[in-house]
């Protein structure tokens, strides 16, 4: 999980003005927090199969977030990935 802290820190960093909430930078960062938390829930209760359903639909709107962050801003997209710690 996304530490409270660090997620309103990286809110913050991406906030394209004051009072932004759902760009899309900003739902990718929620969306993995999310994701995150659903994960560990999913390692506890493995035969909870709505979670897990929950799960892989936040995790393909977060893919399709970040398909269009990548096509249409590729230095925020870099700059996110490695900020969330994404890819390796």
Request: glycine share 4%.
């Amino acid at each position: 999980m996304i530490d409270t802290q660090k997620r309103i820190e990286l809110e913050g960093q991406f906030k394209l003005h004051e009072r932004d909430t759902g760009s899309v930078e900003l739902q990718v960062i929620q969306l993995t927090d999310r994701i995150l938390q659903l994960t560990e829930h999913a390692k506890i209760n493995p035969k909870d199969f709505s979670s897990k359903r929950g799960l892989l639909k936040l995790v393909n709107r977060r893919r399709k977030f970040l398909e269009y962050i990548k096509e249409h801003k590729e230095n925020v997209y870099r700059n996110l990935v490695q900020n969330l710690g994404l890819r390796k």
